[in-house]
């Protein structure tokens, strides 16, 4: 098992959920599994960019990360591939729904054993990062 897919409905618009993706002060806030912060070194949004940050766990740990932005359609997919070391692919959909958008996000490891070490971490830390993105996009102006 390399692949992990889950999927969430935001009740907002594409639009409003590729907005949080955008600006890089609210994909710092949002992005990660509960508790952790982000600080980014560089977040070129644009297909090809690079993404270079340090990922702060809530004991105090450090997790430097490095990843390019493979592909963006704005207000529709987003396609990062993480290429420091665990190697994965993460490709964000989102399509407009009756509600609002339905998130898609499926995460496909390289090495498949080690997927299949960190399943118990993974599974709950994408849906605790959708947690973070819906509140994200939910946030009133200026709070």
């Known amino acids: 098992m390399t692949t992990f897919a889950t999927s969430r409905e935001i009740p907002a618009s594409p639009e409003q959920v590729f907005a949080a993706f955008t600006d890089p002060v609210r994909l710092a806030r949002w992005w990660g599994p509960a508790g952790f912060t982000n600080t980014f070194t560089l977040c070129e949004f644009k297909p090809g960019g690079r993404w270079v940050y340090t990922m702060h766990a809530p004991n105090g740990g450090k997790h430097p ?79």
């Not at 390019?68 to 529709?76: G, M, N, T, Y």
């Open 65 to 143: 990360n490095e990843s390019v932005f493979a592909e963006i359609v704005p207000a529709s997919r987003v396609v990062v591939q993480h290429i420091s070391s665990p190697r994965y692919r993460l490709t964000i959909g989102l399509v407009a729904s009756a509600t609002g958008t339905t998130v898609s996000w499926e995460q496909v490891f390289e090495d498949s054993a080690f997927a299949e070490r960190v399943r118990h971490i993974v599974v709950p830390a994408n849906e605790q990062n959708l947690d973070r993105l819906t509140a994200e996009v939910l946030r009133p102006p200026g709070a």
